[in-house]
């Protein structure tokens, strides 16, 4: 199969860290992506990791182990507006795109 | 440039009823897939396609199809629709699958 886990719902404040894990299984997997829900919005892509390692992009960092095929989003200076869903998804080598079941971030002041 | 567009937004439909669902994609993507969401379910991947051709297809039954046409532009087609159908299904347009996907609004289908 072709799943992914991650937590349901994480919550924090203003100006925490957050980091929300999402682990795969590893059969033809090629990246991994990170995308944000606003409650009645459309995902938009957040980042991309298709090397092990760290990717940061401003308040943002994604995270990539290939070899415990585990990742995680990492979020830093916490705003109300960061409220929202986030899906990891994997790439597959067979073109697929297949997303986790969400994490519902609610940040509280 | 014009993000992804689907079209209707909204729609509501009776059991036993067929619908089909648009998705027109960004300019030169020629990758197209499918997601129903539904509360606690996440994004359920349905099925994509590139250059016409259906690449992928997840586990749904029959009633669920689409096609995409010369131009990119796709349709997603439910048959015999049910109560569970009900839920937003997204469209997401790339230039390769393994590039960033760029999402529609959604259609949200309700059936009744």
């Known amino acids: 199969g072709q799943s992914l886990e991650q937590p349901s719902e994480v919550t924090a404040v203003e100006g925490a860290i957050v980091q929300i894990n999402c682990t795969y299984q590893?059969?033809?997997?090629?990246?991994l992506s990170w995308y944000q829900q606003h409650d009645g919005g459309a995902p938009t892509f957040l980042s991309y990791n298709a090397l092990d390692g760290l990717e940061e992009t401003g308040r943002f960092s994604s995270f990539l182990s290939r070899s415990d095929s585990y990742g995680y989003l990492l979020l830093q200076e916490l705003q109300m507006k960061d409220s929202a869903s986030y899906f990891c998804?994997?790439?597959?080598?067979?073109?697929?795109?297949?997303f986790g079941t969400g994490t519902r971030l609610q940040v509280f002041p | 440039k014009a993000g992804v567009t689907q079209t209707p937004r909204y729609l509501i439909k009776t059991r036993g009823q067929q619908v089909t669902l648009s998705c027109s994609p960004i300019s030169g993507h020629r990758s197209v897939s499918w997601y129903q969401q539904t509360p606690g379910q996440g994004l359920q991947f349905l099925f994509e396609?590139?250059?016409?051709?259906?690449?992928n297809k997840g586990n749904f039954p029959g009633r669920f199809s689409g096609r995409q046409f010369s131009n990119s532009r796709s349709e997603m087609n439910v048959s015999t629709l049910e109560l569970g159908d009900s839920a937003l299904y997204l469209c997401a347009s790339s230039r390769t699958q393994n590039t960033e996907a760029f999402f529609g609004q959604g259609t949200r289908l309700t059936v009744v």
């Open positions: 998804a994997v790439s597959y080598n067979t073109d697929k795109l297949i």
């Open positions: 590893t059969s033809g997997f090629y990246g």
């Open positions: 396609y590139f250059s016409e051709t259906q690449r």
